[in-house]
Nanobody, 127 residues
Framework: QVQLVESGGGLAQTGGSLRLSCAAS????????MGWFRQAPGKEREFVVA????????YYTDSVKGRFTISRDNAKNTVFLQMNSLKPEDTAVYYC????????????????????WGQGTHVTVSS
C-alpha cells in the first residue's frame, strides 16, 4: 500500500520560510518522479514543482522560481520543499504526489499525471 505523508506545514509571516517533507512508503521511491501541488481555498489544485527520479532535474512553476527549492533523498524515501520569501498568496494546502516514470525527467505538471497523493499539509502565510 503506497503512502505519502506530508509534514512541516504551519503558519509563517510574509518573508519567512517553511520546509515541507513528504515521506513515501510502499513503493520503490527511485522509480517515481515526485511533485508538489497546492490548493488554495476556492481554487483548483495547481502544480508547484517536480523533481526527477535521481533528483538531477527540476521543473518549477513561474510563481515560485527563486523562492522554493525541491530536493529528494532516495535513501530515506523523502522529498522536501524548502519555501523561502513566503507571500500571502502561497497560502494553501500543499500536496505531495508521485508519478511512476521510466524516464529520469521532471516535466509532468498536471494532476492527472500523478499516480499517488498525500493527504496534504496546511501552509498559512500572514501579511
Amino acid at each position: 500500500q503506497v503512502q505519502l505523508v506530508e509534514s512541516g506545514g504551519g503558519l509563517a509571516q510574509t518573508g519567512g520560510s517553511l520546509r515541507l517533507s513528504c515521506a513515501a512508503s510502499g513503493l520503490t521511491f527511485s522509480d517515481y518522479v515526485m511533485g508538489w501541488f497546492r490548493q488554495a481555498p476556492g481554487k483548483e489544485r495547481e502544480f508547484v514543482v517536480a523533481i526527477s527520479r535521481s533528483g538531477s532535474y527540476t521543473y518549477y512553476t513561474d510563481s515560485v522560481k527563486g523562492r522554493f527549492t525541491i530536493s529528494r533523498d532516495n535513501a530515506k524515501n523523502t522529498v522536501f520543499l524548502q519555501m523561502n520569501s513566503l507571500k500571502p498568496e502561497d497560502t494553501a494546502v500543499y500536496y505531495c504526489a508521485a508519478e511512476r516514470s521510466p524516464w529520469n525527467v521532471a516535466i509532468r505538471s498536471t494532476v492527472a499525471d500523478y499516480d499517488y497523493w498525500g493527504q496534504g499539509t496546511h501552509v498559512t502565510v500572514s501579511s
